[in-house]
C-alpha cells in the first residue's frame, strides 16, 4: 500500500513537473526575448542618440520594468508607452513609474509587441533578439511616419543597415552596441 502511495505520489510530482514545463514553454515561444534588463547607461545612451525631446512619442517593446520609459519621461519630459506581454513586468512597470513620480507621462500596456499599433511614435527602442527585430522590421516601416527613429540595443534588424551604430562599456566594463535607424517611408519586408 506504501508502495502504491509512493508511486502515486510521485506520479503526481511529474505531471505537475512536466505541465510547469509545457507552460514555461509556451511563454518562451511567444517571447520576443527572454527578460534581461538593459544597464541604465545604455538606456541613457539609446535615448540620447534617437535625440528624444519633451515632443517625442517614445514606445519601448518589450519594457520590462519600464526603465527606458520612465527614463525617457523623467529626463527628456517625452511621453512614453511600455510593451510587454508578461503581467509581471507591467506590474513592476508601473510601481517604479509611480516611484519615479512620472505616472502622468507614461502608460504599459500588457500586450504582444507583434500586433501593437505603434504609428504615434516618434522613437522605438528595441532590446529583442535579431529574429523578433526582423520580424519587426516590416511592421515597424508600415506604422513608423518618415522621421521616426529606431534604436536597437545589441541586435540589429536584418540586412537593412543602421544609420548609425555605436559602441559603449556599461557600468561593468562589458563593451554593448547601439543601432539607430530612420524610418523613411518605405516598407521593409
Given at each position: 500500500m506504501a508502495n502504491r502511495r509512493l508511486n502515486l505520489v510521485s506520479c503526481i510530482c511529474c505531471a505537475l513537473v512536466l505541465f510547469s514545463s509545457v507552460i514555461s514553454l509556451?511563454?518562451?515561444q511567444n517571447s520576443l526575448a527572454p527578460y534581461v534588463p538593459t544597464p541604465q547607461p545604455v538606456v541613457d545612451k539609446m535615448l540620447a542618440?534617437?535625440?528624444?525631446?519633451?515632443d517625442d512619442v517614445v514606445y519601448d517593446l518589450g519594457?520590462?520594468?519600464?526603465?527606458i520609459v520612465i527614463t525617457a519621461a523623467k529626463k527628456y519630459g517625452a511621453r512614453a508607452v511600455g510593451v510587454d506581454f508578461d503581467p509581471q513586468r507591467i506590474k513592476?512597470?508601473?510601481?517604479?513609474?509611480?516611484?519615479?513620480?512620472?505616472?502622468?507621462l507614461v502608460t504599459f500596456i500588457?500586450?504582444?509587441?507583434?500586433?501593437?499599433?505603434?504609428?504615434?511614435a516618434t522613437v522605438?527602442?528595441?532590446?529583442?533578439l535579431s529574429s523578433s527585430n526582423a520580424a519587426l522590421r516590416p511592421i515597424l516601416t508600415k506604422q513608423l511616419k518618415p522621421g521616426a527613429r529606431i534604436?536597437?540595443?545589441?541586435?540589429?534588424?536584418?540586412d537593412?543597415?543602421?544609420?548609425?551604430?555605436?559602441?559603449?562599456?556599461?557600468?561593468?566594463?562589458?563593451?554593448?552596441?547601439?543601432?539607430?535607424?530612420?524610418?523613411?517611408g518605405k516598407i521593409r519586408p
Open positions: 509556451t511563454a518562451l542618440l534617437a535625440k528624444v525631446t519633451a519594457c520590462g520594468d519600464g526603465r513592476e512597470s508601473k510601481a517604479n513609474a509611480k516611484a519615479a513620480g512620472v505616472e502622468n500588457q500586450a504582444d509587441a507583434m500586433k501593437v499599433d505603434v504609428s504615434e522605438v527602442t528595441l532590446y529583442l534604436v536597437s540595443h545589441s541586435f540589429k534588424m536584418g537593412w543597415q543602421p544609420d548609425k551604430s555605436e559602441i559603449i562599456a556599461d557600468e561593468s566594463g562589458f563593451t554593448r552596441s547601439i543601432h539607430l535607424w530612420t524610418a523613411d
